[in-house]
């Protein structure tokens, strides 16, 4: 999708959610502002943890330099793929922020199926945010989301080695 319809479909979401809060505001105003209240509370809660997992992102990726990263991608083996997924599972990064990563990479000569493998833990599976998810979803939960998480990333890596 071009700029221009980013854009527009940007604007389409807002003026509908902006419909939506006044309609809800009309209808049941107290109930309209409970919620405000609610998802205040949440924001403010959550905040911390997200700042902190952005800056541990943020450190991680100063200090260890793009090339040898590459390096380690441009590996192959059984044992360096589940390294580079274990990588990957101990940090969750946004879509966008790792989907650009991801082509630095790429560019880099990181082979596909240790790249897609990673990127798949990465934005799938979380290690260091495990105990943020384990507050709000529950261990039980939490750990099984992330076991199925990694075996279908292992799968997916495996996936693009065979198709590519």
Not at 129 to 132: E, K, R, S
């Given at each position: 999708m071009s700029k221009k319809g980013q854009d527009m479909v940007a604007r389409v979401l807002l003026i509908v959610?902006?419909?939506s809060l006044l309609v809800s505001l009309r209808i049941d105003r107290e109930r309209t502002m409970r919620a405000f209240r609610l998802s205040y509370r949440s924001f403010i809660t959550l905040t911390p943890s997200l700042l902190g997992m952005a800056g541990f992102i943020g450190l991680v990726l100063t200090l260890i330099p793009n090339e040898m990263i590459a390096k380690l991608f441009a590996s192959h083996g059984a044992g360096n793929f589940i390294l580079i997924a274990l990588l990957g599972s101990l940090v969750t990064m946004p879509a966008p922020v790792a989907f650009p990563f991801a082509g630095s990479l790429l560019k880099l000569g990181a082979n596909l199926p240790s790249l897609a493998a990673f990127i798949t833990t990465l934005t799938m599976v979380g290690i260091v945010?495990?105990?943020?998810e384990i507050e709000y979803f529950g261990t039980r939960f939490t750990i099984l989301r992330q076991v199925l998480s990694f075996i279908l990333a292992i799968i997916i890596g495996v996936l693009m080695g065979v198709v590519i």
């Open positions: 959610a902006i419909v945010t495990a105990p943020m």
